[in-house]
């Protein structure tokens, strides 16, 4: 069982730069791929980024490539999204979520997920 709770999230100017952290509870957290979803209103969720246990893969969907970067801390349990160059369309719920298969974009492939935090970026 493994537990998941973002932070970081907030208003942004165009431009700006926000990280998200998200917290892991449970001892195997290591051995679970991560990623980052997000959801923007009246839209379905999609895949913003992913990274392997092993922290040597990540993945990243073409709309955040070159702006964002997904890092890992095992030995804390957590992930980390950096945002750059923040832009309107960016403006979302972001959810952290924990599966098997590493950078899967689809959202049934991940078995846990936390509450989201909010980013909103204002133009």
């Known amino acids: 069982q493994v537990q998941l709770v973002e932070s970081g999230g907030g208003l942004v100017q165009a431009g700006g730069s926000l990280r998200l952290s998200c917290a892991a509870s449970?001892?195997?957290?290591?051995?679970?791929?991560m990623a980052w979803f997000r959801q923007a209103p009246g839209k379905e969720r999609e895949f913003a980024a992913g990274?392997?246990?092993?922290?040597?893969?990540?993945h990243y969907a073409d709309s955040v490539k070159g702006r964002f970067t997904i890092s890992r801390d095992n030995a804390k349990n957590t992930v980390y999204l950096q945002m750059n160059t923040l832009e309107p369309e960016d403006t979302a719920v972001y959810y952290c979520?924990?599966?098997?298969?590493?950078?899967?974009?689809?959202?049934?492939?991940?078995?846990?997920w936390g509450q989201g935090t909010r980013v909103t970026v204002s133009s």
């Open positions: 979520a924990a599966g098997v298969v590493s950078g899967s974009p689809l959202v049934h492939e991940y078995e846990y």
């Open positions: 990274i392997s246990w092993h922290q040597r893969n990540t």
């Open positions: 449970g001892r195997t957290f290591s051995t679970y791929a």
